[in-house]
């Protein structure tokens, strides 16, 4: 083979493997480099395709009843992919309710007024502050000390923590000690845990010995103990979060509660639905939270799935460890050992899949492929952005 004709035939294979890179999702793309880059239109997140997905894959849910106000209407025009702002962390502060005022970080005595005002930023990037209906503890409603006291509880995204007992008044600890050195979108899924390597008895004998060698004088006593927040982790495969503050937009709150509805109808039979207090491993919890942007293209959803990586043990992005029931697939959990604990929980989402126009009608295929694969079903209408930490790719 003449060698202009080897080189044309090696760069044809370079360009088939780089697009296969982009569109299968499994650990064979997973990102080594720890460099994240911008993924172009259509390249981010799979698209459900009619051959391999079922000829109905992209078809809207038949049997949905659940139907807008006739006077529901948003841009159908705007271009959406690529134009949502990078961020690094989300904060979702419970709050209990599902409607705040127009700017929540204007809620006095709030956690999310203290994050704008107390005077400490993020080092780990952009902070997305939300406020959302998840229930604060007891103690929210019984406390009696000063306003800035009043205790709550924070799901720390992607790494899926839930942090209990912040105050307005131990915001900065709370993004010193906690937020910064949290996982953000960007950092690579094997760079989530780190595994101590054990020692063996000669080497802690060794490290005994170079400890006493190098004792230090007695420190003075320590300043008072900061605050210490307990964590715990979300025991959620998925999250399904929907902008609800008709403060902000009517559409906003008029679509979340009638999209929690039809995501639920869906759900529930796959045994994946989990309410407010529900805490068994695996499932989908829905949300609803305050102004992410983007009113105009109601309704905005954002999911956040730990997809593969997480009990999964070849990586790809089914549902396996989805639920408790055979529904979720079950025929792809045969002969899988599934795993909810150890340091696969750690790593938090593997992707953020943030759409918008989304319809009740939309609800069973976001359900079927989005929640439980990664895909997406209509990218060219609903796409807005994300993030994918396995394969180091970002929409802005």
């Known amino acids: 083979m003449p060698r202009s004709t080897r080189e044309m035939s090696s760069k044809i294979s370079s360009l088939i493997g780089q697009a296969r890179s982009y569109l299968t999702p499994n650990t064979s793309s997973e990102n080594l480099s720890g460099k994240f880059a911008k993924a172009p239109e259509g390249t981010l997140f799979p698209k459900v395709d009619p051959a391999n997905d079922g000829e109905n894959c992209d078809h809207d849910c038949e049997s949905c009843t659940i139907k807008y106000p006739a006077k529901f209407s948003i841009d159908e025009d705007e271009k959406l992919y690529g134009h949502v702002k990078g961020w690094a962390t989300h904060a979702l ?32 990037g ?13 103690t929210y409603h ?37 937020i910064n050195p949290a996982p953000t979108n960007t950092t690579p899924l094997h760079d989530s845990i780190t595994e101590p390597k054990p020692q063996t008895p000669v080497e802690e004998e060794e490290q005994k010995q170079e400890d006493q060698a190098h004792q230090l004088p007695p420190l003075p006593s320590p300043p008072p103990p900061q605050p210490f927040f307990p964590t715990r982790p979300c025991p959620h495969k998925a999250i399904l979060l929907l ?16 999209l929690r509805r039809e995501f639920e109808r869906h759900l ?41 990586g997480d009990g999964d043990s070849d990586g790809d992005h089914g549902s396996d460890g989805y639920g408790d029931s055979d529904g979720a697939r079950g025929s792809k959990r045969e002969g899988k050992k599934e795993s909810n604990g150890g340091g696969a929980e750690q790593r ?49």
């Open 268 to 308: 529930r039979p796959l045994g994946l639905y989990r309410d407010m207090h529900d805490q068994r491993p695996g499932g989908v919890g829905i949300y609803f939270i305050s102004h992410v942007g983007g009113h105009k293209f109601s309704a905005n959803l954002m999911v956040y799935r730990r997809g593969g």
């Open 93 to 124: 502060v419970a709050t209990g309710k599902s409607d705040w005022v127009r700017d929540v970080e204007d809620e006095k005595g709030s956690v999310m007024e203290a994050v704008r005002d107390c005077g400490v930023k993020p080092e780990n």
């Open 126 to 138: 952009r902070l997305m502050l939300s406020a959302s209906n998840l229930p604060p503890p007891p």
């Open 142 to 178: 019984t406390h009696s000390g000063p306003p800035n006291s009043q205790p709550t509880t924070i799901l720390l995204l992607p790494a899926f923590t839930y942090i209990d007992n912040v105050t307005p008044e131990s915001v900065p600890v709370l993004i010193k000690q906690y």
């Open 348 to 396: 938090g989402a593997a992707q953020c899949i943030w759409l918008a126009r989304v319809r009740p009608e939309d609800c069973e295929g976001i359900v079927k492929f989005t929640v439980l694969e990664g895909k997406v079903v209509k990218p060219e209408r609903q796409l807005r952005g994300g993030f994918d930490r396995e394969r180091g790719l970002v929409s802005w």
């Open 243 to 258: 902008c609800s503050q008709k403060t902000r937009d009517a559409r906003c709150g008029q679509s979340a509660p009638l």
